[in-house]
């Protein structure tokens, strides 16, 4: 049985998508785009052509769960909320249909493809085409990105579903402490 995951990669211009495809230990993508906002001149108009989008891409596409990428920081403030606006929408649009939806931040999403959480676009991009079954076209930053955030979310949806008892929340968010680290990463352990 085939899984899906949409991920997204939200921005106030152009918002990336992608769905990843898991079917056992075999990976592929063979839907995936970029949502052009650069000629909508309203930041209204540009949330609703988000949120219809993406509607329309999950009505289409039929995804078990979604994952969506957490804009941390910005120069310019009013670039921040235009992207936390963005990011709002493609979660409505989500949460409207009733979907599971994760949030992860950049270098959570960077560290799951490469595993260094600075690593480049270039670098996730190469390690994603080794990974899974990608066709030849060059499928662009934004949609690579939102590829991304979905093999982030397959990736840390066992550590996620295996936190018994636990209110569910945003991955990033956790405390950091050595205990969690030992129960979310059993397998790195070693005994002596």
């Given at each position: 049985?085939?899984?899906?995951?949409?991920?997204?990669?939200?921005?106030?211009?152009?918002?990336?998508?992608?769905?990843?495809?898991?079917?056992?230990?075999?990976?592929?993508?063979?839907?995936?785009?970029v949502l052009r906002m650069d000629k909508i001149g309203s930041h209204t108009e540009r949330l609703q052509y988000i949120f219809e989008e993406i509607t329309a891409i999950i009505e289409d596409?039929?995804?078990?769960?979604?994952?969506?990428?957490?804009?941390?920081?910005?120069?310019?403030?009013?670039?921040?909320?235009?992207?936390?606006?963005?990011?709002?929408?493609?979660?409505?649009?989500?949460?409207?249909?009733?979907?599971?939806?994760?949030?992860?931040?950049?270098?959570?999403?960077?560290?799951?493809?490469?595993?260094?959480?600075?690593?480049?676009?270039?670098?996730?991009?190469?390690?994603?085409?080794?990974?899974?079954?990608?066709?030849?076209?060059?499928?662009?930053?934004?949609?690579?990105?939102?590829?991304?955030?979905?093999?982030?979310?397959?990736?840390?949806?066992?550590?996620?579903?295996?936190?018994?008892?636990?209110?569910?929340?945003?991955?990033?968010?956790?405390?950091?402490?050595?205990?969690?680290?030992?129960?979310?990463?059993?397998?790195?352990?070693?005994?002596?």
């Amino acid at each position: 049985m085939t899984k899906k995951i949409l991920g997204i990669d939200p921005g106030s211009r152009h918002t990336g998508y992608a769905v990843l495809s898991v079917e056992g230990t075999s990976y592929s993508s063979g839907t995936f785009g970029v949502l052009r906002m650069d000629k909508i001149g309203s930041h209204t108009e540009r949330l609703q052509y988000i949120f219809e989008e993406i509607t329309a891409i999950i009505e289409d596409q039929q995804p078990d769960e979604c994952a969506v990428e957490t804009p941390i920081y910005g120069v310019d403030p009013l670039a921040m909320l235009k992207l936390g606006r963005a990011q709002a929408a493609a979660l409505l649009a989500i949460t409207n249909q009733g979907l599971p939806v994760e949030e992860y931040y950049p270098k959570a999403v960077k560290k799951a493809i490469t595993g260094n959480g600075n690593a480049s676009k270039k670098q996730v991009a190469f390690m994603l085409k080794r990974m899974m079954s990608l066709p030849e076209e060059n499928i662009g930053n934004d949609a690579t990105d939102a590829l991304a955030v979905a093999w982030c979310h397959h990736t840390k949806a066992g550590v996620l579903s295996s936190r018994k008892g636990n209110k569910a929340s945003h991955q990033n968010n956790r405390k950091s402490s050595w205990a969690s680290f030992v129960e979310d990463n059993p397998d790195r352990i070693k005994n002596h």
